[in-house]
């Protein structure tokens, strides 16, 4: 058998999210489809992490194993994304790896961005691509926001009820945001992720930057470690997977 880690682009628009589900299409599924018709094998396609229903990636990370060796990088690439032309999902890039990687478990950082447009004009190029926020936001304070997320802490107040990770404490490396004229850029870089919690962080940033909180508000929030206390997280169209680093 041999194990291949592709890298994939993707417009979580209209899917069900990254993972195989009952109700709709799902990117996993539409890969396993395409590829396993193509390499004429069951193939079985897992990711870095699960995506949400409408959250994108420029570069989500995933590994497959078949028993068909894989002579030409570039034809295997142009095959695959001709087959997936009806979706909007692209493999960028794809690498030979050794019986051990494994897409989720050999990651040692994610980086995801979330972006936002903070303008009163509505959004037409970049309409379910970005969070279009109309009220001004207070970015300084956010930024305040953000620097207290930054090392290891209880994270469950941005956990989603539904979360199965074993433990709420992770370690941020990295909580930035930086402003471009109507573009805010939020990144966050972790070794792993709660299920919602940079939405359930940049929703309660946000009532930072709107003024709904202080910054003893959101100090509070946060180290209550109670879900309850967390602001209406951020929709998931403005969240992107951005970088898995090994």
Known sequence: MFTYQITVEYLGTNF???????????????????LSKFLKDR????????????????EQSAHFKTKNKIIDKNIFISSIN????????SILD????NERFHARHSAKERIYRYFIINRRSSLVLEKNKAWHIKKKL?????????EILRGTHNFSTFRASSCQAKSPIKTMKK????????RIVLTFQSKSFLQQQVRSMVGSLKYLGEGKWD???????????????????APAHGLYLTKVIY
């Open 16 to 34: 069900v999210g990254w993972q195989i589900q009952t109700n709709g299409l799902s990117i996993q599924g539409t890969l396993e489809k395409v």
């Open 43 to 58: 193939i079985i396609v897992i990711g870095s992490g699960r995506t949400d229903a409408g959250v994108h990636a420029s």
């Open 82 to 89: 001709f087959f997936l032309r009806k979706y909007p999902i």
């Open 94 to 97: 794809l690498k030979k790896r």
């Open 138 to 146: 207070d970015v300084k304070i956010m930024k305040k926001g953000a």
């Open 175 to 182: 909580a930035i945001i930086k402003k471009n004229k109507d």
């Open 215 to 233: 910054l003893n508000d959101f100090k509070k929030a946060f180290s209550s470690k109670k879900r309850a206390k967390c602001a209406p997280p």
